[in-house]
């Protein structure tokens, strides 16, 4: 896939709202980060507006969004939250433009179904925080350090310590994923995961554990797990129960959906709703290597 130009200080940010209302407060400071790197840093007409649950209304959250992937002169669209919502944009958004000027995405959660339209149409993003994470008691987070990393072209490799659930093995392939409930919610669309041959990451947060465990299994049963290279498990926070036990943690319930398959497996990688949320570039070639001590996810 198509990684559009890594950045450099001077090139333009746009800041957009594809999903749910954002509370000005929690992201300015982060904003303002962006410009102390150096950047230009442009965020849309309506991303601070409010339309009910949304950032605005539907029309105006695609026309931000649509300025941006247009901008000839815009290096990177960072999303200033996920919530709910881009999905009732996702089919209307003009990527002719964008083809000739590609350009960085940013985003998790929701902003997993705009990864899932640029996977589709061949370009790389990268599922990473946004501006709410890149600050924490008045330094840079972790976070957003690495972001500023991968934006930039330096692209480490990261190293997670082993985990009882992991399955060891090397295998390489693909990155995709992203918000489990977002790629549940994509099958049978246009859309839906191609995951044969690829390394598939998950992540999700205050779901139902038997939610989970339905949409485990939906993904068995269409086939998106079989043929898989790799798996990497990272957030699943604040995972909540009925008042009759599930019986099982979220982890378990991974752990015995994929108990018949043989690729590797990587448990509690550091990305998803968690404060260290490290960057995953979509789309990119990466190696997996799991063995009984750690495991290591390179790409180049």
Known sequence: MLRPEYLQPGDRIRIVAPAGKVVKEKILDGVNLLRQQGFEVIPGDHVFDAHFQFAATDQNRLNDLQQALDDPHCKAIICARGGYGTIRLIDQID??????????????????????????????????????????????????????????????????ASHPFNRTGQTSGTLIGGNLSILYSL????????????????????????????????????????????LIVGGF???????????????????????????????????????????????????????TEKAVLTTT
């Open 95 to 160: 990527l002719s433009a964008f083809r000739k000027h590609p350009k960085w995405l940013v985003g998790f959660s929701d902003i997993t179904t705009l990864h899932a339209r640029l996977q589709q149409e061949g370009f790389c993003s990268i599922h990473g925080a946004m501006p709410a994470f890149y600050l924490k008691d008045n330094q840079p987070t972790e976070s957003f350090n690495e972001l500023m990393k991968t934006l930039t072209g330096t692209l480490p490799a990261t190293t997670v």
């Open 187 to 230: 099958l049978g669309t246009p859309l839906e995961p191609q995951t044969e041959g690829r390394i598939l990451f998950i992540e999700d947060l205050s779901e139902y554990l038997y939610h989970l465990d339905r949409m485990m299994h939906s993904l068995k049963l269409a086939g998106k797990l079989s043929k898989l290279n790799g």
């Open 237 to 291: 926070t604040e995972m909540k129960d009925n008042d009759s036990p599930f019986g099982q943690t979220a982890g378990e319930i991974i752990r015995d959906v994929l108990k018949d398959e043989h690729f590797p497996v990587c448990f509690d990688f550091p990305a998803g709703h968690i404060e260290r949320n490290l960057p995953l570039v979509f789309g990119a070639n990466y190696q997996l290597s799991v063995d």
